[in-house]
C-alpha cells in the first residue's frame, strides 16, 4: 500500500511539472510574438529605410539625396528654427560643384550669398593677391566660392528636402539608439509634443555635429580643442574688395573679413585657451581696439571696427579637430563634424562633408533594400577607405597651413610664415596649385606633399640668405624638422597606404567625377 502510495504521488508530481512546463513555455510563446508583432509594427509604422539624426548641412543634403534614390527617410532635427553661427560661411569651389552634383546648387540662390574669387593675403604691411585658378583641367565647374550666412543656407536646404514626398522631416531630441546584438536597429526620441517614441531603420544615419551626444556610444573618439574663433558682424556696409577673402597675417594668429551678405561683413580672428578675453564685462571688445584693430590694414580697419563701436554681439567657437574612426557597431554610421573636424583655417568643412555624402549615396545606389546589416557594414568600410584621397588631403593642409599662420618669436618659425605667403604671392604655378589645393580643385595627396615641400625649400633658401651661416643652417634645420613634424604624424593617423594607393584614389575619383542625374 505504501509503495502504491508512493507511486501515486510520483506520477501526480511528474504530471504537476509537466503541466507547469507546457503552460510556461506556451506563454513565453505568446509574449515573444506579441514582442515580435510589436517590434514589426513598430517597423512598419517608422516607414523609413534610413533615420538621419540631425536637419544641418550634412543631414538635409543626405536626406534628399537618398530620398531622390528612392529611398524614404526620417530625419530628427533637435530645433527646425534657422540656427545662428559663424561657422560653415564659405563654401570652396570644390563644394559648389560637389553641390551640383548632389542637385543642391540652387540653394545657394535666394539667400544673398556673395561670389568668392580667392584670397587677399596681407603681411607687414605687404598685400597678395591669390585667385582660384580660372584654368584647371582637373576641374570642370566655375572656380569661384561663395559666402553667405550659414542659417540661410541650412534652412534652404531644409526645404529642399522636405519637398520630396518620402522625406519625413520632424523636430524632435534622440535621446538614445536601439541596439540589438551589436546592430543599431533606430532610435528612440521625444517629439516636439514630448511624447517619447521609437522609430526604425536598416540604416541609422548620426550627423548631429561637433557636440554630438551619440558619439560616444558609437565609439571612444574624442575631439580636440585648438583654439577659439571670435567673430561678430559689421552691419550695413562692404568691403573695398567684396569679391576677396581678406586674410591677415596677425598676432597672435590669423584674422579675416569676408562680405557674408550683400549689407554685412564678417569680422573673425584666432585666439587660444591661455589668452581669452571675457566677452561680459568688455575686456574682448577692448582687446580687439587696442591689439586687433592696430594689425589690420587701413583700408579694411574701418569696417573692421565698425562693429565693435556699434555694439555687435561678439561670439566665440572653439575650434577643433578630430580624426574619422568607424564605429564596430553595425546598422550606423557617423557624417559631418559628428565624424571628423579639422581646423577652420582652409574652410572645407563643408566640402569634406559633400564629399562624404557622394560617396556614400553611390555605394549604397546598386542596394534594392538595406535591410543586410553585414552587406551595409562592408559598405561604411569602403566608404572610409575610398574617402581618404580628398578628406585626407584636406585635413592635412588644414593642420599644416594653421600652423603656419601662428605668429611665434622663433625665427624657424617666422621662416616658414614668411615662406607660405611669399609663396602664395609668387603667382604662377605656385599660387594656382596652392590655391587649388585649398578650394578643393584638385584634392590629391600627392600634390599636397610637392607643394609643401616647395614652401619648406623658399623657406630654408631665405633662411640662407645671401649666404649660409651657422645659425641660418641650424634654423633651417630646425624649419626642416618643424615640417616633417607638421606632415609625418597627420599623414600616419590619415593612413599612408588609403591616401596613396591607386586603386583608392582610383575609387575616389570615380566618386568625384561621376556625374548624377538627381
Given at each position: 500500500?505504501?509503495?502504491?502510495?508512493?507511486?501515486?504521488?510520483?506520477?501526480?508530481?511528474?504530471?504537476?511539472?509537466?503541466?507547469?512546463?507546457?503552460?510556461?513555455?506556451?506563454?513565453?510563446?505568446?509574449?515573444?510574438?506579441?514582442?515580435?508583432?510589436?517590434?514589426?509594427?513598430?517597423?512598419?509604422?517608422?516607414?523609413?529605410?534610413?533615420?538621419?539624426?540631425?536637419?544641418?548641412?550634412?543631414?538635409?543634403?543626405?536626406?534628399?539625396?537618398?530620398?531622390?534614390?528612392?529611398?524614404?527617410?526620417?530625419?530628427?532635427?533637435?530645433?527646425?528654427?534657422?540656427?545662428?553661427?559663424?561657422?560653415?560661411?564659405?563654401?570652396?569651389?570644390?563644394?559648389?560643384?560637389?553641390?551640383?552634383?548632389?542637385?543642391?546648387?540652387?540653394?545657394?540662390?535666394?539667400?544673398?550669398?556673395?561670389?568668392?574669387?580667392?584670397?587677399?593675403?596681407?603681411?607687414?604691411?605687404?598685400?597678395?593677391?591669390?585667385?582660384?585658378?580660372?584654368?584647371?583641367?582637373?576641374?570642370?565647374?566655375?572656380?569661384?566660392?561663395?559666402?553667405?550666412?550659414?542659417?540661410?543656407?541650412?534652412?534652404?536646404?531644409?526645404?529642399?528636402?522636405?519637398?520630396?514626398?518620402?522625406?519625413?522631416?520632424?523636430?524632435?531630441?534622440?535621446?538614445?539608439?536601439?541596439?540589438?546584438?551589436?546592430?543599431?536597429?533606430?532610435?528612440?526620441?521625444?517629439?516636439?509634443?514630448?511624447?517619447?517614441?521609437?522609430?526604425?531603420?536598416?540604416?541609422?544615419?548620426?550627423?548631429?555635429?561637433?557636440?554630438?551626444?551619440?558619439?560616444?556610444?558609437?565609439?571612444?573618439n574624442n575631439a580636440k580643442?585648438?583654439?577659439?574663433?571670435?567673430?561678430?558682424?559689421?552691419?550695413?556696409?562692404?568691403?573695398?574688395?567684396?569679391?576677396?577673402?581678406?586674410?591677415?597675417?596677425?598676432?597672435?594668429?590669423?584674422?579675416?573679413?569676408?562680405?557674408?551678405?550683400?549689407?554685412?561683413?564678417?569680422?573673425?580672428?584666432?585666439?587660444?585657451?591661455?589668452?581669452?578675453?571675457?566677452?561680459?564685462?568688455?575686456?574682448?571688445?577692448?582687446?580687439?581696439?587696442?591689439?586687433?584693430?592696430?594689425?589690420?590694414?587701413?583700408?579694411?580697419?574701418?569696417?573692421?571696427?565698425?562693429?565693435?563701436?556699434?555694439?555687435?554681439?561678439?561670439?566665440?567657437?572653439?575650434?577643433?579637430?578630430?580624426?574619422?574612426?568607424?564605429?564596430?557597431?553595425?546598422?550606423?554610421?557617423?557624417?559631418?563634424?559628428?565624424?571628423?573636424m579639422r581646423h577652420p583655417?582652409?574652410?572645407?568643412?563643408?566640402?569634406?562633408?559633400?564629399?562624404?555624402?557622394?560617396?556614400?549615396?553611390?555605394?549604397?545606389?546598386?542596394?534594392?533594400?538595406?535591410?543586410?546589416?553585414?552587406?551595409?557594414?562592408?559598405?561604411?568600410?569602403?566608404?572610409?577607405?575610398?574617402?581618404?584621397?580628398?578628406?585626407?588631403?584636406?585635413?592635412?593642409?588644414?593642420?599644416?597651413?594653421?600652423?603656419?599662420?601662428?605668429?611665434?618669436?622663433?625665427?624657424?618659425?617666422?621662416?616658414?610664415?614668411?615662406?607660405?605667403?611669399?609663396?602664395?604671392?609668387?603667382?604662377?604655378?605656385?599660387?594656382?596649385?596652392?590655391?587649388?589645393?585649398?578650394?578643393?580643385?584638385?584634392?590629391?595627396?600627392?600634390?599636397?606633399?610637392?607643394?609643401?615641400?616647395?614652401?619648406?625649400?623658399?623657406?630654408i633658401r631665405q633662411l640662407?640668405?645671401?649666404?649660409?651661416?651657422?645659425?641660418?643652417?641650424?634654423?633651417?634645420?630646425?624649419?626642416?624638422?618643424?615640417?616633417?613634424?607638421?606632415?609625418?604624424?597627420?599623414?600616419?593617423?590619415?593612413?599612408?597606404?588609403?591616401?596613396?594607393?591607386?586603386?583608392?584614389?582610383?575609387?575616389?575619383?570615380?566618386?568625384?567625377?561621376?556625374?548624377?542625374?538627381?
Amino acid at each position: 500500500m505504501n509503495m502504491a502510495f508512493t507511486h501515486a504521488c510520483l506520477w501526480t508530481l511528474l504530471a504537476f511539472v509537466l503541466t507547469w512546463t507546457v503552460f510556461y513555455v506556451t506563454n513565453r510563446r505568446k509574449k515573444a510574438t506579441k514582442l515580435a508583432d510589436t517590434v514589426a509594427e513598430e517597423h512598419k509604422d517608422s516607414d523609413a529605410d534610413v533615420i538621419i539624426v540631425g536637419a544641418g548641412i550634412g543631414g538635409s543634403a543626405l536626406a534628399y539625396a537618398l530620398a531622390k534614390d528612392g529611398r524614404r527617410v526620417h530625419v530628427i532635427e533637435r530645433d527646425m528654427r534657422e540656427p545662428e553661427r559663424m561657422m560653415g560661411e564659405f563654401m570652396q569651389p570644390g563644394g559648389r560643384l560637389m553641390l551640383s552634383k548632389l542637385g543642391l546648387q540652387d540653394c545657394l540662390e535666394e539667400i544673398d550669398a556673395q561670389k568668392a574669387i580667392g584670397l587677399a593675403v596681407y603681411k607687414d604691411g605687404k598685400e597678395a593677391v591669390a585667385p582660384f585658378p580660372v584654368e584647371n583641367n582637373n576641374f570642370s565647374y566655375e572656380p569661384t566660392g561663395r559666402c553667405f550666412y550659414n542659417g540661410r543656407f541650412v534652412q534652404r536646404l531644409r526645404q529642399k528636402a522636405s519637398s520630396l514626398p518620402n522625406v519625413k522631416l520632424e523636430e524632435g531630441t534622440v535621446k538614445s539608439l536601439i541596439e540589438e546584438k551589436g546592430v543599431i536597429k533606430g532610435v528612440t526620441y521625444k517629439n516636439k509634443s514630448g511624447e517619447e517614441i521609437t522609430a526604425f531603420a536598416p540604416l541609422t544615419v548620426v550627423c548631429d555635429g561637433c557636440y554630438s551626444n551619440l558619439r560616444r556610444s558609437l565609439n571612444d573618439n574624442n575631439a580636440k580643442v585648438l583654439s577659439y574663433q571670435v567673430g561678430y558682424i559689421s552691419k550695413n556696409c562692404r568691403l573695398e574688395e567684396p569679391e576677396k577673402l581678406h586674410l591677415i597675417m596677425a598676432k597672435p594668429s590669423y584674422t579675416m573679413l569676408y562680405q557674408v551678405s550683400s549689407t554685412d561683413v564678417r569680422c573673425v580672428f584666432e585666439l587660444f585657451p591661455d589668452n581669452m578675453p571675457s566677452i561680459s564685462n568688455g575686456e574682448m571688445a577692448t582687446f580687439v581696439k587696442n591689439t586687433i584693430a592696430p594689425q589690420v590694414p587701413l583700408k579694411l580697419r574701418k569696417l573692421f571696427l565698425k562693429g565693435i563701436d556699434e555694439g555687435a554681439q561678439i561670439k566665440t567657437m572653439p575650434t577643433k579637430s578630430m580624426g574619422a574612426t568607424l564605429s564596430e557597431k553595425k546598422g550606423v554610421i557617423l557624417l559631418g563634424d559628428a565624424f571628423n573636424m579639422r581646423h577652420p583655417a582652409v574652410a572645407s568643412g563643408m566640402m569634406v562633408l559633400l564629399s562624404d555624402i557622394l560617396i556614400l549615396r553611390r555605394l549604397l545606389k546598386p542596394l534594392s533594400n538595406l535591410g543586410d546589416a553585414n552587406k551595409i557594414s562592408e559598405i561604411i568600410k569602403s566608404f572610409y577607405v575610398i574617402r581618404k584621397p580628398m578628406s585626407a588631403t584636406v585635413n592635412t593642409i588644414g593642420n599644416a597651413f594653421s600652423q603656419v599662420l601662428i605668429a611665434s618669436t622663433d625665427e624657424a618659425k617666422e621662416a616658414m610664415r614668411q615662406g607660405c605667403y611669399d609663396y602664395l604671392s609668387s603667382g604662377g604655378f605656385r599660387t594656382s596649385g596652392l590655391m587649388a589645393l585649398l578650394g578643393g580643385m584638385n584634392p590629391r595627396p600627392l600634390s599636397l606633399i610637392y607643394h609643401l615641400c616647395l614652401i619648406t625649400i623658399s623657406s630654408i633658401r631665405q633662411l640662407l640668405s645671401p649666404f649660409p651661416s651657422p645659425l641660418g643652417i641650424w634654423q633651417s634645420l630646425k624649419l626642416f624638422g618643424l615640417s616633417i613634424q607638421m606632415l609625418i604624424p597627420h599623414l600616419k593617423a590619415e593612413g599612408f597606404s588609403q591616401m596613396f594607393f591607386p586603386t583608392y584614389a582610383a575609387a575616389y575619383r570615380k566618386s568625384y567625377m561621376a556625374t548624377t542625374a538627381l
